[in-house]
């Protein structure tokens, strides 16, 4: 399995309360992405990184950050809670850009009540 | 605008039987599609891949097979195992565009594979 770690697993969180995920891979991967699942979306796309500090927006950016200060770290960081941004969050690396296969966390499921 | 459909939420199959999942997309410059299998309360786990440039691809029990034309892939798992029992994303990306580098999935098939 890939070495990646997310943190926490799982965490309940007040609206307006701001939030922080980590990712962290022992892969040495240039590419870092963060997903969400929700039922019958699938998975979306939220910010990815592929580089150090370079990082740009996926589809369902909006109320979300990220900072990739180090090779092995990607943080997500939810501002203000929401309620809809109630959600299973996935990290996923990959080692070349080209959209092959990418490699995923085992995911933190977010409440916010 | 959904670029990657799976429009069957769920199948079910015998054990033994063929499983055919079903994949449509919209966006003409996907060029690189793969398949993820994810258990409950784990991370999706890559399955197999096709190039645009191929309409099969096989490893072992799982086969996908890739229509341009028609803009549809499928995967087809022969013989189903009762350890199949997952959900399915459909997965693509572009070689250039919006969507160049990174994968856009559909919204997944639950698959069951009875005893």
């Known amino acids: 399995d890939a070495g990646i770690t997310q943190s926490p697993r799982h965490k309940v969180t007040e609206t307006g309360t701001p939030v922080t995920l980590r990712c962290h891979q022992t892969?040495?991967?240039?590419?870092m992405y963060w997903y969400r699942q929700d039922p019958g979306h699938g998975l979306r796309l939220i910010h990815y990184?592929?580089?150090?500090?370079?990082?740009d927006k996926g589809e369902v950016s909006d109320g979300y950050s990220v900072s990739r200060s180090k090779t092995e770290d990607f943080l997500l960081t939810l501002e203000s809670a929401t309620s809809s941004q109630t959600s299973v969050y996935f990290c996923?690396?990959?080692?070349?850009?080209?959209?092959?296969?990418?490699?995923f966390g085992q995911g933190t499921r977010l409440t916010v009540v | 605008d959904q670029q990657v459909k799976q429009n069957s939420p769920s199948l079910s199959v015998q054990e033994g039987r063929i499983s055919i999942l079903n994949c449509d997309y919209t966006?003409?410059?996907?060029?690189?599609f793969l398949w993820y299998k994810k258990y409950p309360a784990e991370g999706p786990t890559f399955l197999i891949s096709?190039?645009?440039?191929?309409d099969k691809n096989e490893d072992g029990r799982f086969t996908v097979f890739l229509n341009k034309s028609a803009k549809h892939l499928s995967l087809h798992i022969v013989p189903s195992q009762p350890g199949d029992s997952a959900v399915y994303f459909c997965?693509?990306?572009?070689?250039?565009?919006?969507?160049?580098?990174?994968?856009?999935f559909g919204q997944g098939t639950i698959l069951t594979v009875h005893p």
């Open positions: 996923a690396i990959s080692e070349y850009w080209e959209g092959t296969e990418a490699f």
């Open positions: 892969e040495n991967h240039r590419y």
């Open positions: 990184s592929y580089g150090v500090k370079d990082t």
């Open positions: 966006n003409s410059m996907f060029d690189y």
């Open positions: 096709i190039s645009s440039i191929k």
């Open positions: 997965a693509a990306s572009a070689i250039r565009g919006t969507s160049y580098g990174k994968l856009t």
